[in-house]
Each structure stands twice: as C-alpha cells, then as structure tokens.
C-alpha cells in the first residue's frame, strides 16, 4: 500500500513538474530572441551640454520576426568618461507586428588601444510593446555591438514571451 501511494505520488510530482517546465504551445509562448541591427543611417543628431539626442534608422533580422527595419532614439551622455551612459528606445518592424524594446543602463565605451578600433556598445534591454503578432510581448537580454565609421551594428541575445 504504501508504495502504491509513493509511486502514484511520485508520478503526479513528475507530471506536475513536465507541465510547469513545458514550455506553452498557444498563448505564451517561450521562445529565444535573437536579432542584429546593420544597415545604419543617422536620420538626426541633437546636442545639448554634451548630451546628445540621436535617432538611427536601418535594417537587420530578428529571428522571431524575419527581416526588419527598425528606428532607435538614442540618449548618449559625454561628460562621463571614459564610457559614456547610454539609453535607447529601439522599435522593430516586421510583417506581423512590431517590438520595442529600452534600456536605460548602457554604456558606450573606445576601444582599449584607440588605434582605430570601434567604439563598443552593451546594454541590457527589456521587451516593452508590441503589436499584431506580438502584441502584449514581455521579456529581456542584453545587447552587444560596435561603432564604426558606418554607424552601430547591434547583436541583441535574450528571451521573450508572447
């Protein structure tokens, strides 16, 4: 009897713990983010104290999506050496909807030699919006990149659920 009971206990502990570590199969669901942003144009640049406004347009490929354009609005301050802090509001745009994404801790930093090397760029980001497909999409990661002569390009790594 009592292994009756340890073994039917035990089984609906095992089901119980597949259901919770199942990823959702409808609404919800789990998936990896993965995106990169090339293809970049300064469309305007404002500066105020050395704190500078930038909006950036291009194109790239989130994995969840397919090709996209997209549109960040950076806030980059220079009076903080030798990174600077950066934040950014970063909105993709695919056939079946949109996600943006912010982050507010950035930082933009030269690369240790100077030596012609790009500038590097990391921040953690947190899934703010969405729309169509993704609409009510949450979820964060972080991103890394480089600036060149060309403008940013962008790796962004994280998880999502929608």
């Not at 259901?19 to 293809?39: E, H, K």
């Not at 903080?80 to 970063?90: K, R, V």
């Not at 990661?141 to 998880?159: E, F, K, R, W, Y």
């Amino acid at each position: 009897m009592k292994t009756r009971i340890l073994r039917n206990t035990l089984l609906s502990l095992g089901a119980s713990l597949a259901a919770v570590l199942a990823p959702p199969t409808v609404d919800g669901q789990v998936v990896a983010f993965n995106g990169q942003l090339n293809r970049t144009t300064l469309v305007s640049q404002s500066c105020n104290g050395g704190v500078c406004n930038f909006v950036f347009q291009g194109s790239g490929a989130v994995n969840i999506m397919g090709a996209v354009t997209w549109t960040a609005n950076v806030v980059q301050d220079f009076n903080i050496t030798p990174c600077n802090t950066a934040s950014a509001d970063i909105t993709f745009v695919g056939t079946t909807g949109s996600i943006t994404v912010s982050d507010s801790c950035g930082t933009v930093c030269p690369s240790a030699t100077h030596n012609g090397l790009p500038n590097t760029i990391e921040t953690v980001w947190n899934a703010t919006g969405g729309t169509g497909q993704f609409s009510g999409i949450t979820g964060s990661g972080t991103d890394q990149g480089t600036i060149t002569g060309n403008g940013p390009v962008i790796h962004l790594n994280g998880v999502v659920v929608y």
